[in-house]
Structures are given as structure tokens and as C-alpha cells.
């Protein structure tokens, strides 16, 4: 049996290392099959910091994945995400040649081979190029010119970078267990892989991935990813806020803001008080409701609007017809819809991995969507180059059988 | 000049100017030489070599108690410290004084860490405490610039109004291509300006009198940015020449700040001011400014054909912060060289003020002054500019009566601690470390 029906999602976030099991039917339905996750103790916004303890909560997690869902992980898809990450469009140009002037699938192999070659600083590398349209011409919104009849051919694609070094550490933790990488993924790629139908990409819709170390953001737009950016905020700043405002400990400003957060302040909450009745601290501390909420919602508020203003920058914001969806962990922030759709002026909602089959509660968790997108990934992977990615693969065993194992 | 028994007989008010940090320490001993008598000049500094170059004032060396007489090397916190070791000694010098300069340069350790206390002791010692601050170019750092604003956000706060003059706003008036030290020069002459035409104004005996009380009762309790305009008119129509300068100063933001004013005073010394100057001169800046509460004030003491026109500028919090935040328009650089063009170095003159300085050098420059500026009016701010210094004002201080009850400041911001992030890449969005707290860098506060 080959174990290409299986893919596995790894993501190694901020709070949490998140691996998901997905089996690829017939026909490129994807059913999640198991889930394993561990909490995260040596990641800082969104990139490894402590290496030992990362390894040994990415081992944990592999482990209850494979308990889980029954199978043994030799390869994962990688979710990587840091403030190195960058997204940009390019445009490659070639001018078609033959006598006849009908474009053939060496032609658009030769505009996208111009549109990846990018002036990158050298240490940085590329981590994806996604092909947006085709201009055949000037005429625009070209999806599969093959066949038709033009003199230059046009190509617009979106390029996601990294610095190189950053990207490897990652991967060499992941190879230092005794697994492979398939392939690399930006999480924002990936959550809005998980989360986004073909109706929702071609209306236009801004995917935020609210996380513990980085707030990630992608736009679809017309069927094809328009932009994506990566704010090394997140709900550990917001954690921290609390601590440092409240003048609580960090631990627990985090259990305060999960059990009374909320994204708006409330007026009713204003001068109402908690009672912290933790052992630990001075008894009869008592924390303000109104403080903590205005703490929060200002963090909340800041990092959408910071969003916000990026996509405006892009020229964006006018082509969200399908508002804005949320995931990740700070979805699940009480109120969070409303402040967003307060900044962004447009219908807010909570983000389902709806577009795959599988366990329930893999897929109704705000949470899940990255690692359950990197499965969306791989399907997508293998099914667009089935043959190169069996030859890498065969490659890699071999390499990794004479270093490795 | 420098003996404080000598002027508390007098009716006239005793004015301290005290000069913290290299910076102010240099800008007290350039005002030190030209200041009207009855002005006491302090240098304060943590390092020695900088008290040692003082001829002019009083010299105290800070935190002599714990060991810094090296200067402080940027660490803010420990000017602080300095500072209030000494706070008894410093007490005492403040005793009896009805205003007091806060003369110091943000962005680096003594200037903006000691000043914030130093105000405050000065405030507690019963005086009217302005504070004068420079802040560092932009090209000097983020750093250095986030402390910049730190301090002068703490100097704010406990000053009753704080004259602000952005190192920045020279390269905007004269270019890039100007030398450091002209840069530098100029700066400090912006800055000197405001602290003499204060002086002068409440000194000089006048006919009619703008008084220390009309200053009191025009400032205190602000704790907002407000500015002082100098500037000289001459010629044959120097009272128009004058409101025009005016208009020109960078410190007036091309009229904004006189929009904005709360209250204004004005001052006009030479000799033989006419009713019609008055009353043009009035008639000018209260067409710019229609709501301000206008004192006016002559000193027939200016000798010479030259009008001086000194302008207090003191906003209800209005503008305070909001002219850090949104660039101001600024007017035709073109018309500022002629006000703006003095070379010459700070030189003790054997006769005449200091303001007289630089005047036959620039007397050609002046004949040929044509250039008028547009009259700013209501239009020149779009919409959304108006919306944000509304905002900007309405965040700065919801109501002055909350404000005053709030005695603790804030500490300055390279001292908020980043609790789980100390250690991280910090994430630095458009120069805001977007790690510390978004409340505290909004300087909301929480009661």
C-alpha cells in the first residue's frame, strides 16, 4: 500500500502544534481521519525559540495523531509563519513566436517560468508562486489560454517569500524526528484553503487567521489569492496587555481573558468586578470587568484596523463582496464578528472548514482551519503533479535512508 | 544676573530658566548670556564634563548619591534616579519662584528622564512651570524619537504648558542640504526665542501690561503644547510685516495653532507704536483666530524703528498631540528664508539684545519680503484632517477636570516592560513597537 492516500497536516503554532490526518479518496475528497495536538511552549510569534522544547511538543502531537487516527506519519505538510513571510504580486511577460501565433502550453510554461524570476534579497527564497490570470493581449481575466490566438502573453501571480534561514529551522526540527516535509505552506494559504468555497473565492472575501503569535490575513479575489500579509500580533499580546494592565501573572491574565474576554466593551461591564480567587495571589483581589474589556478591544481593534488599512493600501476593500471570515483562535474572542465588522464595514463571519469531510470537531473549530487547509494543500499537490511529487519523494527517502535512518 | 537674592525685592516676578541634559545645559548658556536681568539660569546635568563647560549659571551636578557623573549614556531611568535623590537640594532652589523654564532636549537620558520630576517639583514649589523641549531628527532613530515622545508626553503632563520645538521641522523649513551645526543653530534659536519673549514680556515694563497673572491665568492647568512666536516687523509697514512673520513661524503651523489657540497673548515693544499698528496687529490675529481670549500688552521700551511682536499661543488641549501626529501644512519655504536666515553665531553683543543679533545681515533680506501668505482658512484642512485632530483631541484629554486629578504619570515608554516579548523580534509597525500595550501607547488611562 502506498501511503499517498494519507496527508498530514503539521502546523507549529504559537500556543499550540496541531497535526491533522487526512485521507485523499477517489475523486479528491479529503476526510480528516485524526487529530493530535500538544501545547506549544517554544514558539514565539509564530517562529521556534526553544528548539528542544518544540520538538518534543511537535513529537507529542505527532504521536496522538497517529493514535488517533491510526496510521503511521512518515511526511507532513508544514504550515510556516513569521514576520519574515512576505507576499507580493509579479507579473511575467512573453511574446508568443510561432508563425501562427496560437499559444501552446510551452508558451504559458515560459511567461510563468518569467513571472517567478523575482529579485529576491539573497537570503530570501521563494514559498510559493500562485497564478492569479492571464493577459492575452491586453485582454484580461484569461484563465487557460491554451489554444487561443495572441502575440504577448501576460501573467500575473502572487509570490510568497521568506527568509531562507527561518524557513529551514522548521523544516530541520520536523527532519530531526524522523519525518519528512512534503512541501511548505504559508498558514494564511492554508486556512483560507480550508475555509473558502469556489463561490466565496470568486465573490471576494479577506480570510483573517487571528493566532497566538501572528494575526495572518489572505484576499481572494475572482477566484485567485489577490494578497497576502502577516502581523506578528496576536492573542499572546493581547495576554500580555492584560498582564501588564491588570497587573496580573501572564497565566493568568490568559485564563481571564478566555473566560470574561471580550472584543467590545460592554457598558454594562463598565464598573462591574471580578474576584480573582486564586490561592496564589493576595486574597480579595479583584479585577476591574471595564479595564480588561477596553484593554482588549483596543489591542483587537488595532490589529484589524492595522489589516484593514493594508488592504485598503492594496486597493482591496472593494472587492470584498463576501465580507470578511475569521479563524484561528481568536475567533472564538465573544463579540470579536462585531468589532470586525465595525472596522471593516462588511459582514463578518466565523470560519468553518466546510470544504472537507471528516471528524466534527476537527472542522467546526476555528482553530483547525491551518492544519486542516495544509491537508487541502497536499491534495492539491498531488493531484496537480502527481508524477514530480512521487519521483521527490522516492529521492528523498533515499537520501534520508542513507543520512537518517 | 545671576544671583537670585538680588531680585526678589522687585515687583516683578522671579523667572528660573533650568537647563537639564546636554542639550538644555547648552541652550540655558546661550539664554544665560542674553537674557533680561531678573532671570536666574540653572544648568543641571549628570555629567560633569558638560557643567564644567558653564560660565553663565549655576552649575548642580545630578545624582552625585549614586554614581553617574558620567552622564547617564540614554538610560533614562537612571536620570530619574539621579534627579530625585537630589529632589531636597533641588527643592530648595525652586523655593520662592514664580515661574519656571524646563529648559531640555528629549530623546536622551537626563533631558528626558530628569524633567518630567524636575516639573513636577517645581509645580509642588508653587510656580508656573513651562517647559521647553527639543526633539532629536528624525534621522537620529526610532529609538531615540520614541523616547523623545515618551518625555515630552511625561513633561506634558505635569507642566502647565510646554513649548515644543520638532529639530525636524529645520530640515523641513530649510532643506535637507543645511549644514548640522546651522541646523542645530536654528533650532536653538526657535527655542530661545520662546523663553526670551516670554521673559521679556512679563520684565519689561510696559504701557499697557501683559502681566505674570494674565500668563497664569492663560496657561495653567493646560498641560497642553502650546507655542511663543517672536518674530520683529520693519520697514515702513512693519506692524503688517510683522503679522505676516508671524504667520511664517514654524512654531505657528501657517496660522493652525493660532485656529486652535484658546487664548492669546500679545506683546508689541518700539518705540512709538501707533494705534493704527495695534490695531492692525490685533485686528490680524484675531481674524485668525476668532474664539481666543486676546490680552495685549505694549512696552514702548524697543528702541529703533523695529516692532517686536512676542505671541503666546496656548491651546485648550486642542492641538496638543495632534501637530505631532499629522504633519502640518507648512508655508512656502521660499518666505521662510528671509525670517529664518540668521548665520551668525551666539555672540555676546556689546549693546542691543540678543534679537538684534543677525539684523544687518538679514536687513537686505527683508526689503526684498514680498512673499504673502495665503490666509489659512477653514478650507485648507480637508474633512478627514479635521476629523482626526477632533479625534486626536478628544482622546488627548476628554476633560480637563479628569485630567487634573490624575497627579501620577505615566512612566516613560522605554520603561514599559514587554513581559513575555522582552526577549523577542519586536514588531515595529511605521516606528510604533506594536508589542507594548495598545492603551498605554494611545496613553489611555485606565481609572
Redesign the interface.
Given at each position: 500500500m502506498s501511503d499517498s492516500q494519507i496527508i498530514v497536516g503539521l502546523e507549529i503554532g504559537t500556543s499550540k502544534v496541531c497535526v491533522a490526518v487526512g485521507e485523499v479518496g477517489e475523486n479528491q475528497v479529503v476526510n480528516i481521519i485524526g487529530l493530535g495536538q500538544a501545547k506549544s511552549r517554544g514558539v514565539?510569534?509564530g517562529e521556534i525559540?526553544d528548539v528542544a522544547l518544540a520538538e518534543e511538543d511537535v513529537r507529542n502531537a505527532i504521536v496522538e495523531a497517529e493514535q488517533v487516527a491510526d496510521v503511521e506519519i512518515r511526511s507532513v505538510f508544514l504550515g510556516v509563519t513569521g514576520?519574515h513571510i512576505r507576499g507580493f504580486n509579479n507579473t511575467g511577460v512573453h511574446p508568443v513566436v510561432s508563425a501562427d501565433r496560437e499559444i501552446t502550453s510551452a508558451d504559458i510554461q515560459d511567461v510563468i517560468k518569467n513571472a517567478k524570476a523575482i529579485n529576491l534579497p539573497t537570503d530570501h527564497s521563494v514559498v510559493h508562486v500562485i497564478r492569479q490570470h492571464f493577459r492575452v493581449d491586453g485582454q484580461d481575466g484569461v484563465l487557460n489560454p491554451e489554444g487561443m490566438l495572441g502575440a504577448k502573453i501576460e501573467v500575473d501571480v502572487h509570490v510568497v517569500s521568506g527568509r531562507y534561514n527561518r524557513l529551514q529551522n522548521p523544516i530541520r526540527l520536523v527532519n530531526g524526528l524522523h519525518l519528512e516535509v512534503d512541501n511548505i505552506s504559508s498558514s494564511a494559504l492554508a486556512s483560507s484553503l480550508a475555509i473558502l468555497g469556489m463561490e466565496q473565492k470568486e465573490l471576494g472575501t479577506l480570510v483573517i487567521d487571528l493566532g497566538a503569535g501572528v494575526t495572518e490575513y489572505a484576499v481572494y479575489s475572482a477566484g485567485v489569492i489577490k494578497h497576502t500579509g502577516v502581523?506578528?500580533?496576536g492573542g499572546?499580546?493581547v495576554?500580555?496587555?492584560l498582564?501588564?494592565?491588570l497587573k496580573v501573572p501572564?497565566a493568568r491574565a490568559e485564563q481571564i481573558k478566555i473566560d470574561h474576554g471580550s472584543a467590545v466593551i460592554d457598558p454594562e461591564a463598565q464598573d462591574r468586578k471580578v474576584d480573582l480567587s486564586d490561592d496564589s495571589l493576595i486574597p480579595g483581589r479583584q479585577i476591574?470587568l471595564g479595564?480588561m474589556q477596553?484593554?482588549m478591544s483596543?489591542?483587537l481593534?488595532?490589529t484589524l484596523e492595522?489589516i484593514a488599512k493594508d488592504i485598503g493600501r492594496a486597493g482591496l476593500i472593494e472587492y470584498l463582496r463576501a465580507g470578511v471570515i475569521l479563524c484561528g483562535g481568536g475567533a472564538r474572542i465573544p463579540h470579536i464578528t462585531r468589532l470586525a465588522r465595525d472596522v471593516f464595514k462588511l459582514p463578518v463571519a466565523v470560519g468553518r472548514a466546510s470544504t472537507v469531510s471528516g471528524v466534527k470537531n476537527a472542522l467546526d473549530e476555528p482553530e483547525f482551519a491551518t492544519p486542516v487547509g495544509l491537508i487541502k494543500f497536499g491534495a492539491f499537490q498531488a493531484k496537480s503533479s502527481p508524477r514530480r511529487g512521487g519521483i521527490g519523494r522516492v529521492i528523498r527517502r533515499q537520501v534520508a535512508a542513507l543520512f537518517g535512518r | 544676573m545671576s544671583n537670585p537674592d538680588e531680585q526678589t525685592e522687585g515687583a516683578n516676578p522671579t523667572i528660573r530658566l533650568i537647563g537639564l541634559g546636554e542639550t538644555g545645559v547648552k541652550l540655558v548658556e546661550i539664554l544665560a548670556m542674553i537674557a533680561p536681568d531678573g532671570v536666574v539660569a540653572h544648568s543641571l546635568d549628570t555629567d560633569s564634563r558638560s557643567l564644567s563647560r558653564c560660565h553663565q549659571s549655576q552649575t548642580f551636578l545630578l545624582g552625585q548619591a549614586i554614581p553617574c557623573g558620567l552622564g547617564t549614556g540614554g538610560d533614562s531611568a537612571l536620570a530619574r534616579g539621579a534627579v530625585e535623590s537630589d529632589s531636597d537640594e533641588l527643592t530648595e532652589i525652586l523655593r520662592g519662584t514664580d515661574l519656571v523654564f524646563v529648559v531640555a532636549g528629549m530623546g536622551g537620558g537626563t533631558g528626558t528622564g530628569a524633567a518630567p520630576f524636575l516639573a513636577n517639583l517645581a509645580k509642588q514649589a508653587g510656580a508656573l512651570v513651562v517647559g521647553v523641549a527639543a526633539t532629536p531628527f528624525d534621522c537620529e532613530g526610532i529609538q531615540r524619537c520614541n523616547q523623545a515622545t515618551g518625555g515630552l508626553r511625561d513633561l506634558k503632563q505635569v507642566a502647565d504648558m510646554v513649548f515644543h520645538f520638532p529639530n525636524q521641522d529645520v530640515v523641513l523649513m530649510e532643506g535637507a542640504d543645511i549644514a548640522l551645526h546651522q541646523a542645530l543653530e536654528i533650532a536653538n534659536r526657535h527655542l530661545c526665542e520662546a523663553v526670551l519673549g516670554v521673559s521679556r514680556m512679563l520684565l519689561e515694563p510696559g504701557m499697557l501690561n501683559v502681566s505674570f497673572a494674565d500668563l497664569q491665568a492663560s496657561v495653567q492647568g493646560r498641560h497642553s503644547l502650546g507655542s511663543v512666536v517672536h518674530v520683529e516687523g520693519s520697514g515702513e509697514d512693519r506692524a503688517d510685516d510683522a503679522v505676516q512673520k508671524i504667520l511664517l513661524h514654524p512654531a505657528a503651523r501657517g496660522g493652525e495653532a493660532l485656529k486652535y489657540a484658546s487664548s492669546l497673548l500679545v506683546n508689541l515693544s518700539g518705540g512709538d507704536v501707533t494705534m493704527a499698528e495695534m490695531d492692525a496687529v490685533t485686528a490680524a490675529i484675531s481674524n485668525h483666530s476668532p474664539s481666543a481670549k486676546l490680552v495685549v500688552g505694549v512696552s514702548g521700551q524697543g528702541s529703533g524703528e523695529a516692532l517686536k511682536l512676542t505671541v503666546v499661543i496656548a491651546h485648550a488641549g486642542k492641538l496638543a498631540g495632534a501637530d505631532q501626529e499629522s504633519a502640518p501644512p507648512k508655508p512656502d519655504p521660499t518666505g521662510q528664508t528671509s525670517d529664518l536666515g540668521y548665520s551668525d553665531p551666539f555672540t555676546v553683543p556689546d549693546t542691543g539684545s540678543y534679537l538684534d543679533l543677525g539684523k544687518e545681515s538679514d536687513g537686505k533680506n527683508r526689503n526684498g519680503f514680498t512673499y504673502t501668505p495665503p490666509a489659512p482658512t477653514a478650507d485648507a484642512l480637508t474633512p478627514e484632517c479635521r476629523e482626526d485632530l477632533i479625534r486626536v483631541a478628544a482622546k488627548e484629554e476628554p476633560n480637563r477636570t479628569k485630567r487634573r486629578k490624575i497627579i501620577q504619570e505615566l512612566l516613560p515608554l522605554e520603561i514599559?516592560?514587554?513581559?513575555?516579548?522582552e526577549k523577542?523580534?519586536p514588531?515595529i509597525?511605521k516606528g510604533e513597537d506594536?508589542?507594548q500595550?495598545?492603551?498605554?501607547r494611545?496613553g489611555?488611562v485606565?481609572n
Amino acid at each position: 500500500m502506498s501511503d499517498s492516500q494519507i496527508i498530514v497536516g503539521l502546523e507549529i503554532g504559537t500556543s499550540k502544534v496541531c497535526v491533522a490526518v487526512g485521507e485523499v479518496g477517489e475523486n479528491q475528497v479529503v476526510n480528516i481521519i485524526g487529530l493530535g495536538q500538544a501545547k506549544s511552549r517554544g514558539v514565539r510569534k509564530g517562529e521556534i525559540i526553544d528548539v528542544a522544547l518544540a520538538e518534543e511538543d511537535v513529537r507529542n502531537a505527532i504521536v496522538e495523531a497517529e493514535q488517533v487516527a491510526d496510521v503511521e506519519i512518515r511526511s507532513v505538510f508544514l504550515g510556516v509563519t513569521g514576520s519574515h513571510i512576505r507576499g507580493f504580486n509579479n507579473t511575467g511577460v512573453h511574446p508568443v513566436v510561432s508563425a501562427d501565433r496560437e499559444i501552446t502550453s510551452a508558451d504559458i510554461q515560459d511567461v510563468i517560468k518569467n513571472a517567478k524570476a523575482i529579485n529576491l534579497p539573497t537570503d530570501h527564497s521563494v514559498v510559493h508562486v500562485i497564478r492569479q490570470h492571464f493577459r492575452v493581449d491586453g485582454q484580461d481575466g484569461v484563465l487557460n489560454p491554451e489554444g487561443m490566438l495572441g502575440a504577448k502573453i501576460e501573467v500575473d501571480v502572487h509570490v510568497v517569500s521568506g527568509r531562507y534561514n527561518r524557513l529551514q529551522n522548521p523544516i530541520r526540527l520536523v527532519n530531526g524526528l524522523h519525518l519528512e516535509v512534503d512541501n511548505i505552506s504559508s498558514s494564511a494559504l492554508a486556512s483560507s484553503l480550508a475555509i473558502l468555497g469556489m463561490e466565496q473565492k470568486e465573490l471576494g472575501t479577506l480570510v483573517i487567521d487571528l493566532g497566538a503569535g501572528v494575526t495572518e490575513y489572505a484576499v481572494y479575489s475572482a477566484g485567485v489569492i489577490k494578497h497576502t500579509g502577516v502581523l506578528t500580533v496576536g492573542g499572546d499580546h493581547v495576554s500580555n496587555d492584560l498582564a501588564y494592565g491588570l497587573k496580573v501573572p501572564l497565566a493568568r491574565a490568559e485564563q481571564i481573558k478566555i473566560d470574561h474576554g471580550s472584543a467590545v466593551i460592554d457598558p454594562e461591564a463598565q464598573d462591574r468586578k471580578v474576584d480573582l480567587s486564586d490561592d496564589s495571589l493576595i486574597p480579595g483581589r479583584q479585577i476591574n470587568l471595564g479595564h480588561m474589556q477596553k484593554i482588549m478591544s483596543m489591542r483587537l481593534q488595532e490589529t484589524l484596523e492595522l489589516i484593514a488599512k493594508d488592504i485598503g493600501r492594496a486597493g482591496l476593500i472593494e472587492y470584498l463582496r463576501a465580507g470578511v471570515i475569521l479563524c484561528g483562535g481568536g475567533a472564538r474572542i465573544p463579540h470579536i464578528t462585531r468589532l470586525a465588522r465595525d472596522v471593516f464595514k462588511l459582514p463578518v463571519a466565523v470560519g468553518r472548514a466546510s470544504t472537507v469531510s471528516g471528524v466534527k470537531n476537527a472542522l467546526d473549530e476555528p482553530e483547525f482551519a491551518t492544519p486542516v487547509g495544509l491537508i487541502k494543500f497536499g491534495a492539491f499537490q498531488a493531484k496537480s503533479s502527481p508524477r514530480r511529487g512521487g519521483i521527490g519523494r522516492v529521492i528523498r527517502r533515499q537520501v534520508a535512508a542513507l543520512f537518517g535512518r | 544676573m545671576s544671583n537670585p537674592d538680588e531680585q526678589t525685592e522687585g515687583a516683578n516676578p522671579t523667572i528660573r530658566l533650568i537647563g537639564l541634559g546636554e542639550t538644555g545645559v547648552k541652550l540655558v548658556e546661550i539664554l544665560a548670556m542674553i537674557a533680561p536681568d531678573g532671570v536666574v539660569a540653572h544648568s543641571l546635568d549628570t555629567d560633569s564634563r558638560s557643567l564644567s563647560r558653564c560660565h553663565q549659571s549655576q552649575t548642580f551636578l545630578l545624582g552625585q548619591a549614586i554614581p553617574c557623573g558620567l552622564g547617564t549614556g540614554g538610560d533614562s531611568a537612571l536620570a530619574r534616579g539621579a534627579v530625585e535623590s537630589d529632589s531636597d537640594e533641588l527643592t530648595e532652589i525652586l523655593r520662592g519662584t514664580d515661574l519656571v523654564f524646563v529648559v531640555a532636549g528629549m530623546g536622551g537620558g537626563t533631558g528626558t528622564g530628569a524633567a518630567p520630576f524636575l516639573a513636577n517639583l517645581a509645580k509642588q514649589a508653587g510656580a508656573l512651570v513651562v517647559g521647553v523641549a527639543a526633539t532629536p531628527f528624525d534621522c537620529e532613530g526610532i529609538q531615540r524619537c520614541n523616547q523623545a515622545t515618551g518625555g515630552l508626553r511625561d513633561l506634558k503632563q505635569v507642566a502647565d504648558m510646554v513649548f515644543h520645538f520638532p529639530n525636524q521641522d529645520v530640515v523641513l523649513m530649510e532643506g535637507a542640504d543645511i549644514a548640522l551645526h546651522q541646523a542645530l543653530e536654528i533650532a536653538n534659536r526657535h527655542l530661545c526665542e520662546a523663553v526670551l519673549g516670554v521673559s521679556r514680556m512679563l520684565l519689561e515694563p510696559g504701557m499697557l501690561n501683559v502681566s505674570f497673572a494674565d500668563l497664569q491665568a492663560s496657561v495653567q492647568g493646560r498641560h497642553s503644547l502650546g507655542s511663543v512666536v517672536h518674530v520683529e516687523g520693519s520697514g515702513e509697514d512693519r506692524a503688517d510685516d510683522a503679522v505676516q512673520k508671524i504667520l511664517l513661524h514654524p512654531a505657528a503651523r501657517g496660522g493652525e495653532a493660532l485656529k486652535y489657540a484658546s487664548s492669546l497673548l500679545v506683546n508689541l515693544s518700539g518705540g512709538d507704536v501707533t494705534m493704527a499698528e495695534m490695531d492692525a496687529v490685533t485686528a490680524a490675529i484675531s481674524n485668525h483666530s476668532p474664539s481666543a481670549k486676546l490680552v495685549v500688552g505694549v512696552s514702548g521700551q524697543g528702541s529703533g524703528e523695529a516692532l517686536k511682536l512676542t505671541v503666546v499661543i496656548a491651546h485648550a488641549g486642542k492641538l496638543a498631540g495632534a501637530d505631532q501626529e499629522s504633519a502640518p501644512p507648512k508655508p512656502d519655504p521660499t518666505g521662510q528664508t528671509s525670517d529664518l536666515g540668521y548665520s551668525d553665531p551666539f555672540t555676546v553683543p556689546d549693546t542691543g539684545s540678543y534679537l538684534d543679533l543677525g539684523k544687518e545681515s538679514d536687513g537686505k533680506n527683508r526689503n526684498g519680503f514680498t512673499y504673502t501668505p495665503p490666509a489659512p482658512t477653514a478650507d485648507a484642512l480637508t474633512p478627514e484632517c479635521r476629523e482626526d485632530l477632533i479625534r486626536v483631541a478628544a482622546k488627548e484629554e476628554p476633560n480637563r477636570t479628569k485630567r487634573r486629578k490624575i497627579i501620577q504619570e505615566l512612566l516613560p515608554l522605554e520603561i514599559v516592560s514587554k513581559g513575555r516579548f522582552e526577549k523577542s523580534e519586536p514588531t515595529i509597525h511605521k516606528g510604533e513597537d506594536l508589542d507594548q500595550p495598545t492603551y498605554i501607547r494611545r496613553g489611555t488611562v485606565l481609572n
